[in-house]
């Protein structure tokens, strides 16, 4: 089983909402920056959100801002992303990775950062 176990995914038509969670097994994510990433079929997989350990700090990429929202339980060893609005182009495999160096208040969005990840979600957004 992989560290990290993302659910949430499905079909959603487009406006409606979704939340995606990232549960750890085996470890404690109270000390790991969190990101988002999702990648569609023949694209480049994309930065989404970032969580700092605290949930003090987060970021957006500009094509979620307003719509997403990334939070934290750590009492429950779970993260979350909220997706309200959701758009035909958010349709894609979401993974929430993990690493403890990232700072998110200057995260390049680049996946190459993230050391431990889970094996994905689809989101789908169609009518």
């Known amino acids: 089983q992989l560290p990290l176990v993302e659910s949430g995914g499905g079909l959603v038509q487009p406006g409606g909402s979704l939340r995606l969670s990232c549960a750890a097994s085996?470890?404690?994510?109270?000390?790991?920056?969190i990101g988002w990433f999702r990648q569609a079929p023949g694209k480049e997989r994309e930065g989404v959100s970032c969580i700092s350990s605290s949930g003090g700090s987060t970021n957006y990429a500009d094509s979620v801002k307003g719509r997403f929202t990334v939070s934290r339980d750590n009492a429950k060893n779970t993260v979350y992303l909220q997706m309200n609005t959701l758009k035909p182009e958010d349709t894609a495999v979401y993974y929430c990775?993990?690493?403890?160096?990232?700072?998110?208040?200057?995260?390049?969005?680049?996946?190459?950062?993230?050391?431990?990840w889970g094996q994905g979600t689809q989101v789908t957004v169609a009518s």
């Open positions: 085996g470890f404690t994510l109270d000390v790991y920056t």
């Open positions: 990775a993990a690493e403890s160096w990232v700072d998110c208040n200057a995260w390049s969005k680049d996946h190459v950062e993230f050391g431990t």
